[in-house]
């Protein structure tokens, strides 16, 4: 996949994942134009939700700024999303 960000390019895979049943995406950032990213940065993952309605794409992405990154408890994660 391909990230336009305001600095250019953020190359990423995304892997699909399941978290209790709703479906998501594990995005691994792999790096920009200028190179790869460092294996130990902090915000490498991320994982965001998606549903598809009425013909329409709906993406919502984990922030980690707000939820704690320690957070072990699946059925807690998933209400974090909603």
């Known amino acids: 996949m391909i990230h336009l960000t305001g600095d250019g390019v953020?190359?990423?895979?995304?892997?699909?994942i399941t978290i209790e049943d709703m479906p998501c995406v594990q995005v691994e950032f792999?790096?920009?134009t200028d190179g790869h990213l460092a294996s130990?940065?902090?915000?490498?993952?991320?994982?965001?939700?998606?549903?598809?309605?009425?013909?329409?794409?709906?993406?919502?992405k984990l922030n980690t700024d707000i939820i704690d990154a320690n957070l072990k408890d699946t059925a807690l994660l998933?209400?974090?999303?909603?």
Do not use: H, S, W
């Open 10 to 16: 953020m190359y990423c895979r995304g892997d699909p």
């Open 78 to 82: 998933k209400q974090e999303f909603l």
């Open 40 to 60: 130990n940065e902090e915000k490498r993952y991320q994982v965001a939700i998606y549903q598809f309605e009425n013909n329409e794409l709906t993406v919502k």
């Open 30 to 32: 792999l790096g920009t």
